[in-house]
C-alpha cells in the first residue's frame, strides 16, 4: 500500500505557496507515495482549483451538518468544495479550541457521514509520557471511536506526541514502532483483523528528511503527518522520495 504523506500547514502558508506546491508537481517520487496538503480553510477552494498531485485535506471542520455555528465550516460543504480529508482531534485544536475527546470523535462521525476521510490524531503529553502513561491515554482516546460506532473502513488514525510536535524530539523508534503497534492490536482487539489490517496508521511529530525515511520502514507506519517540514516544497518534497524509497525496497 502507498503510504500516506500529509502535509499540516496550520495557521501559516500563502496562496503563492499553493501555487509553487502545484508547480513542482509529476515528479516520479510523489507519484508513489500518497500526497494531502492541508492549508489554511481559506485556501481550499483555491488548493482544489490548482493542478496538482496532491489531495487536498482541511485542518477541521464542525461537529454539526448546518446551522447557528458562527465562522464554522461543515464537512458537507468541504465535500462540496473538493476536499478529501479531514484533520479531526488534532492536539493544538484539543488545547486551544478545548476540543473534548467525545467532540473531535463527533466530528470523524460527520466527516464520514460527508463521504470525507477523517485522519483521528491522538497522543499523550509530556507528563504522560514521563509517567508510563502513554498506552493508557491512548486507549481513552480511541475508545470513543466505538461510542460513535465509526467506520473503521474510512479512517485514518495519526499518532502525534504532543512533547514531539514542533519540539525537535523525536521518540525512538522503538517507541515509535511499540506504540503503533499498540494502536493496531488496540483496533485488531476491538473491531476485527480486516479492520486492523487495512488502516493506514501516521506517525507525526518533528518529522524531517532526515528522519522520514527510518519512520516509514517501521513496519506499521502507514504514513506520516508533518507541520514545519510541509511548508516547504523542497522538504516535501524529499519526504515524499524517502516514502518511494521505501516501496521500491519493499
Ligand atoms: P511538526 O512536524 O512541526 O512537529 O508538527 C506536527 C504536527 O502537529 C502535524 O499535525
Redesign the pocket.
Known sequence: MKKLI???W?MNGSVELLNEFSQGRSRTEWAHAELVI?PPSIMLPHAVSLERDFAVGAQDCSHANSGAFTGDISANMLADFGVKYV?TG???RRRYQKETNDKCVSKVNVAQNSGLTPIF?IGETLADYQSNLTMDVLSNQLESLLVHNIDFENLVI?Y?PIW?????LVPSLNTISQTVDFIKDWIIRSKGRVHGDGMRLLY?????SENSGAILSLPNVGGL??????LKHPSFRLIASSAYRHLKSA
Not at 514531539?164 to 525537535?168: D, E, M, R, Y
Open positions: 500529509v502535509g499540516n496550520k492541508c484533520l488534532h492536539s493544538e490524531c495519526a502525534e514531539a510536535i514542533g519540539s525537535g507525526g511529530g518533528s518529522v524531517s503527518l508533518i507541520g514545519g517540514a510541509s
